[in-house]
């Protein structure tokens, strides 16, 4: 993931040739998914509720290192997009980018400047984290979003990831008080 103002992950090369000032682009450390965390894992087509047979347990998908606090005009993404994989919006690592560049975005300081984020690929971005509502510009492979910072840190980033983590007993998550999610 590249960052302007800071910068992350594999193809940090993205802004080559933009006539960017190299002092002002940091790149992000972030660790790859483990390759045994797949969709399935994630979102698992039957939870045992009644922990009949073990006691249900959710991934870890590695954190963006940075440091809290620093501001970021442009967090920069290139996406994967395997067409091979039967859904593309199924992708492991398309989620693991874009939550990390949510959680980049939504670390910045609010108020001061508007960031961005721009996702670069083939396919379309998982709208779960970034909607049509914040998209700015959409121009080939290129999607820039002005995310709404305030809602990202509020409610989108503290959703579980994944269906795996709604059977968790209250006591596994750490959790001793009732919290209800309600869908219109």
């Not at 991934?59 to 920069?76: M, Q, R, T, V």
């Not at 997009?81 to 300081?109: E, F």
């Not at 994944?162 to 009732?178: E, F, I, N, R, V």
Request: charged share 20%; net charge positive; hydrophobic share 40%.
């Amino acid at each position: 993931m590249l960052v302007r103002n800071a910068c992350a992950g594999p193809g940090s090369r993205m802004l080559d040739g933009y006539g960017t000032n190299p002092n002002l682009i940091h790149v992000i450390q972030l660790d790859y998914a483990e390759s045994k965390i797949t969709w399935e894992v994630l979102y698992p087509e039957w939870i045992d509720e009644e922990e009949e047979s073990e006691v249900p347990s959710c991934p870890h998908l590695p954190e963006p290192k940075f440091s809290k606090g620093l501001h970021f005009d442009l967090i920069a993404a290139k996406l994967p997009c395997s067409s091979g994989s039967g859904s593309r919006s199924r992708d492991v690592a398309r989620l693991h980018l874009q939550l990390a560049a949510a959680k980049v975005a939504a670390g910045s300081p609010a108020g001061r400047h508007p960031v961005h984020v721009l996702f670069v690929t083939d396919c379309f971005p998982i709208p779960n984290l970034f909607t049509c509502k914040n998209l700015v510009m959409r121009r080939g492979k290129n999607w820039l979003y002005k995310p709404d910072l305030h809602l990202l840190k509020a409610k989108k980033l503290q959703l579980p990831i994944g269906s795996c983590q709604l059977a968790l007993p209250l006591d596994a998550k750490g959790q001793h008080d009732s919290h209800f999610l309600f869908f219109n």
